[in-house]
């Protein structure tokens, strides 16, 4: 669709205000002028209606004010909840959000990369599945969950910590024989810290433990086979499990069900991410929250700042647990912990 | 973040090509050009690595391939799956997605409109709720849900035919009473066809039914005291239950459980929107399913499209129905459908 060309131009603001061309430029690039033309040059624009070009203005210092964000979608609510915070975060400070939903799509990943070269956005903040990203060193260029050299900063939660926290969590509730589940990219990245925390949490508390670990492209079913070799006498080995993402504690939850097990009398879980119903109702599960307002300020912070060399590699920020029913805390535990809590 | 302008110009792509800037121009900007000569400035845009400078390319084009999506936010479901299939459908044509979280704000809805003025975007496809926005007339501007004059395309889904739908099944799962829940927005809107689409159903049916319609400020416990009013020795009024949200159906669902009624045993619940668990998983409650992959593709085809005066008005994509588990449908039934059932 064709724009009118009968905008007024910078052109006809100073003619209205009886100024010099270059004032009017001053004056809509925030530089110094006199007051009395500043009010005389707004005075104007207001008039005329007059709206900055932001070809213009972006050609000459050389700024979007947008940063793309790389998301593998938007339909998973840990992703759904990181754009929206990253958003706010972005708009906090004039900024806009290029959103782009690669569906763990490494071409697409790509070229988002090359588009921060042709001037098109500002910086890219990304959650990419890609281990082998082409990003131009003096790229702005921060990722999320994975890590991927010293020159590029990595915001995350504190998996190792979440891990740790959920093993002394089931440790705390009297579990005495736990079980951790997970499902995932077999590539490096943070949130693989979640099992080696959770060894530790459970070495810590003198805690059994067994661990069953699945690839991406892995069936589902190995989980299933899993947790029928430890069932016996329509009773289960473990009376805790800690599954890797929230998505995969609410499938576990259905197969425990077909297994006429109940959630948490006989088996306590905790999941990771903090997923709430409809994304601000009440916790699908006992969980690992991950603080996404804080990872999205650190991220949107670390793609503005102008010295790259002060950008830390890796910021890993804390998490927190919340009760979300599949975990059997005393009346008087949910009344003490604040927050969280439906 | 400054970047480097060691960056190769079109003039260095000329000179490399050995040929005139102005055929670099044209083969960048697709224009037709000698075969032999396009081959030659290919090879010398690859030898450089020469990005275009997209700046320059809006200026000239008026075109930034950008369009604006202002929804209220990206963590509730139903617009987290509509930012996605937006997504889908501006990347399938070259576009890419400038998100605006608006958070129900009038002014940032207006600040992102204003935007396509200063040529920052192509145009907006808006989910929104202020009923003064200010749109030119040669604005690009397309909105879901919302009809705001015959001049701006409004999307939606057949909310009328959604409503009667749910009447029906609830009619022909058996029930004999029915009633309606509402809340929401006052604003005139598509989504309050529900209710008389409900209606019309009931009455075709012959069902009983009663309605209770509460504003997006009122308090959720007119449901509850609705809900008691209509409960005694241990029964409930109404078999069957069509709320305007799925949202709202799993809200009223944990009511009807502290009441000691079984969903859907006592009470058959239908909600509306689609809303899967962990945005692709099973359906949260029985439901009318908004076509949102349809609904992103008509508002990118008529945001996108060169003739204004062709462009309808309201334009209602069909729903459909799908299990989700809070419905009486018999083993027989569930077979016969198809999708949608987990």
Do not use: W
């Amino acid at each position: 669709m064709k724009k009118m060309s009968s905008a007024p131009t910078m052109k006809d603001v100073a003619r209205e205000a009886g100024v010099a061309l270059g004032t009017v430029s001053k004056v809509v690039n925030g530089l110094p002028v006199g007051e009395n033309y500043r009010i005389r040059v707004e005075a104007a624009i207001e008039k005329l209606d007059y709206q900055v070009n932001s070809y213009a203005q972006g050609l000459k210092s050389n700024r979007t004010y947008s940063i793309a964000v790389l998301l593998p979608n938007t339909f998973n609510p840990f992703f759904a909840d990181l754009a929206y915070q990253l958003n706010l975060a972005l708009q906090r400070r004039g900024y806009k959000m290029l959103l782009c939903c690669t569906g763990y799509n490494p071409t697409e990943e790509q070229e988002y990369i090359n588009m921060v070269r042709q001037n098109k956005v500002d910086g890219i903040i990304g959650l990419t599945y890609n281990p082998n990203l082409v990003v131009e060193p003096d790229t702005p260029y921060v990722t999320i969950d994975r890590y991927m050299g010293p020159g590029i900063p990595c915001v995350a939660s504190d998996n190792y910590a979440g891990g740790q926290m959920a093993a002394e969590k089931l440790a705390d509730l009297g579990c005495r024989k736990v079980a951790f589940l997970r499902i995932g990219s077999s590539l490096t990245n943070e949130p693989n810290k979640r099992r080696s925390g959770f060894e530790n949490g459970c070495l810590a508390r003198q805690l059994n433990y067994e661990m069953k670990i699945l690839d991406d492209g892995d069936p589902f079913d190995g989980f299933i086979d899993f947790l029928k070799e430890h069932f016996h006498n329509r009773k289960l080995d473990f009376d805790g499990l800690f599954c890797v993402t929230d998505n995969l504690a609410f499938q576990i939850m259905k197969v425990l069900e077909s297994m006429g097990l109940k959630v948490p009398e006989d088996v306590q879980i905790i999941g990771f991410d903090g997923a709430r119903m409809f994304g601000d109702g009440r916790y699908v599960c006992s969980t690992i929250v991950q603080p996404t307002d804080a990872i999205a300020e650190m991220c949107v912070e670390l793609v503005l700042m102008d010295n790259a060399a002060l950008r830390p590699p890796l910021v890993c920020l804390p998490v927190s647990y919340a009760y979300g029913g599949t975990t059997s805390e005393t009346a008087q535990e949910l009344q003490d912990a604040d927050g969280g809590i439906f």
